[in-house]
């Protein structure tokens, strides 16, 4: 059964910190793996990764996939009070529609 | 544009009670999806539409069910709604089938009592 884990769930921080949220995956025939930002109500599209290794950025946020030991990292820097949210990851395979959800990271940035 | 909308934004039923959400994404998309998100579980597919007339099971369908009334339209309905059907409800529509970008309605908050 494929499965996705984040660590940590929770992360309180102050601005201008840098934080690095985690995402394991086990996902067979692995595809991409995307994450996702959600505030209030529905969740954003940030980045997807693929085996290539290539990091994708974008302002302070960028990611990276480990294709060798199936992990994938967010990275925020300078982290502000509006980069408060809940954080998903999501794997999914090369079969059809089945995007693999992790429980979500939920970071809160104090001024 | 709109994107993905969805009614109602919050419901509250009783047990054994029966309704319907509606979903409506206006981008022209072929696929869409019904999640559901529980607290600590993140976002577990109830049911997907590759394609106007066609409708698969996903990870967790009991309970539920479907219809792709047109390519804009994707509606879950809850015949006999239970509490563990307490969630929050978000639709989603992807350009294609295996479309890397979903785009996510706002949401429907349900209480089951």
Redo the contacts between chains.
């Keep these: 059964e494929d499965k996705v884990v984040q660590s940590p769930l929770s992360l309180v921080v102050h601005e201008g910190d840098t934080v690095t949220l985690n995402c394991s995956y086990e996902v067979t025939n692995f595809r991409s793996l995307l994450w996702y930002k959600q505030e209030k109500k529905a969740p954003t599209f940030l980045f997807m990764l693929t085996s290539s290794g290539i990091e994708k950025k974008s302002g302070r946020l960028s990611s990276i996939l480990d294709k060798k030991e199936l992990f994938s990292i967010l990275n925020i820097t300078a982290t502000q009070t509006g980069d408060s949210a809940i954080y998903l990851c999501a794997g999914r395979n090369n079969y059809g529609q089945n995007f693999v959800f992790g429980p979500g990271t939920r970071l809160s940035v104090l001024p | 544009n709109a994107g993905?909308t969805q009614t109602p934004k919050f419901q509250v039923l009783k047990t054994g009670q029966s309704m319907t959400l509606q979903c409506a994404q206006d981008m022209n998309h072929n696929?869409m999806?019904w999640?559901r998100q529980d607290p600590?579980?993140?976002?577990?597919?109830i049911y997907?539409s590759?394609s106007e007339g066609t409708t698969?099971k996903?990870?967790v369908p009991n309970g539920y069910n479907v219809s792709r009334l047109n390519k804009r339209e994707f509606s879950l309905r809850l015949e006999s709604a239970a509490p563990s059907q307490t969630s929050v409800y978000?639709c989603a529509s992807s350009a294609q089938?295996?479309g890397?970008?979903?785009?996510?309605?706002?949401?429907t908050r349900l209480l089951v009592l």
């Design positions: 993905v696929s999806y999640y600590g579980m993140g976002l577990r597919l997907y590759a698969d996903g990870e978000f089938t295996g890397e970008t979903q785009y996510f309605g706002p949401g």
